[in-house]
């Protein structure tokens, strides 16, 4: 009967076969190790570009619920522009007012500072000018309608008016530019 703690004796023969064998195994090892290691990347990668869309879904709903709103928004901001004689009917449209501004922010709507900042055609929309008299060029200064990020993208571009060089400093800033163009300082 055969012992069974019994180990079979290595023979100096028997040692090239079990180094493969070894190395054999190593390899396996290493490959099954990098096989986990892909799939750990593919499912990093997976669970990003789901959070990515679920991102991109979630924003692309509330564009959709914030644009009407907005657009709401407006309407009662130029109703308590025009003033009202009724104090109750305007302390009313007030709440209302109020109360939508408050669902616009909780919703991640953020207005995008527009006067007195200098002109970004990626987040205002140039509806007029007007001689840069009091404000120098380029700078807005008159918001038509607000404008507003959601997740630091733009939902709505302002609506505004720009200061614009008067044309006298317009024709001497086209003089210079037309000189530094040449290579010259004229002017």
Known sequence: MADAHHIPRTTEKDIPA????????????????????????????????????AGGARRAGQSEVLLPLLEVRDNLER????????????RGVEAIAEQLRRIVTSLGAVPIPSIGTPFD????????????????PDTVVTEVRRGFLLDGAVLRPARVVVAQSTSE????????????RRGTLEG
């Open 169 to 180: 400093d317009g024709q001497r800033e086209a003089h210079l530019s037309h000189g530094v």
């Open 18 to 53: 079990l180094e493969q064998r070894i190395a054999e195994l190593e390899r396996a090892r290493a490959d099954e190790h990098q096989s986990r290691l892909r799939a750990l990347a593919d499912f990093e990668n997976y669970r990003r570009r789901t959070e990515r869309e």
């Open 79 to 90: 109703a308590l522009a025009a003033g009202s004689t009724d104090s109750a009917f305007l």
């Open 121 to 136: 055609p990626r987040l205002h929309e140039a509806v007029g000018t007007v001689p840069a008299i009091d404000h120098p």
